[in-house]
């Protein structure tokens, strides 16, 4: 069984319990908390660039209206969320966190993978990145299968809030280094069985210190948090 010191810290949308998600200041947060790992979502927009968004939508959390993948980038930076902070780019975030942490990045909108891809390579190949210093995860299967057709050798992880098990069988079919359980479909059980089958299992989304306690007595690879100085 693991102790505390071996469960990494990531930071969910960069540290969203203190700062807007998925903002340059955010992430910023994150890193200064001493995070092993900042987890973010991109979509492709209009333009063709990736932006670092959650949503599908534009209204909860910046002025705009619509679909985010409607908008160019020009469009979607004159945008205010938060009332104060910018969408930014992949390539922004992947410039500010300059691998100083291990980088999850979640494909939440469609056609999302290549792009990602893309911009893996170009990192590793003109930077001081290394394939294993990104993580690529994501509840929607195609994307999934498409990075792994595109570039085997970026680390992949399967998204759950439904079963460990389906995850696991999918998660075979694209050789992926991880499961991302919510954190309520685990126990210690299933835990240990998932890590025998060479997985770990990186839960989302942890915040109150009790279940963070819980979720390193399970044994888990590392937590994602909203407040990942909690953990």
């Known amino acids: 069984m693991k102790n505390a010191i071996e469960t990494l810290k990531i930071g969910h949308r960069g540290a969203m319990g203190y ?94 993978a290549f792009e990602t891809c893309r911009i893996i390579e170009k990192y590793v190949k003109n930077n001081t990145w290394n394939h294993s210093d990104f993580l690529v995860s994501s509840f929607q299967k195609n994307e999934l299968e498409e990075v792994y057709k595109t570039n085997k050798n970026i680390p992949l992880a399967i998204l759950t809030a439904a079963g460990i098990n389906d995850a696991i069988e999918f998660a ?43 979720m390193k007595l399970y044994g888990v690879d590392a937590i994602i948090s909203d407040f990942p100085d909690r953990i």
């Open 19 to 112: 700062v807007v998600e998925n903002t340059l200041e955010s992430i910023q947060k994150a890193l200064d908390f001493g995070v092993h790992g900042i987890e973010i979502d991109v979509h492709l927009c209009a333009s063709g660039e990736l932006v670092v968004f959650h949503d599908f939508t534009l209204e909860r959390i910046s002025n705009g209206i619509g679909d985010i993948s409607k908008n160019t980038l020009s469009e979607l930076k004159q945008l205010k969320i938060g009332n104060k902070f910018q969408i930014p780019t992949l390539e922004e975030v992947l410039d500010l966190i300059n691998n100083k942490c291990l980088l999850n990045i979640e494909l939440k909108g469609q056609h999302t």
């Open 172 to 214: 075979e079919t694209i050789d992926a280094k991880a499961i991302h359980p919510n954190y309520f479909l685990l126990n210690s059980k299933n835990v240990i069985e998932a890590q025998e089958k060479g997985f770990k299992v990186n839960t989302w989304t942890v915040n109150d210190e009790q279940t963070i306690k819980r």
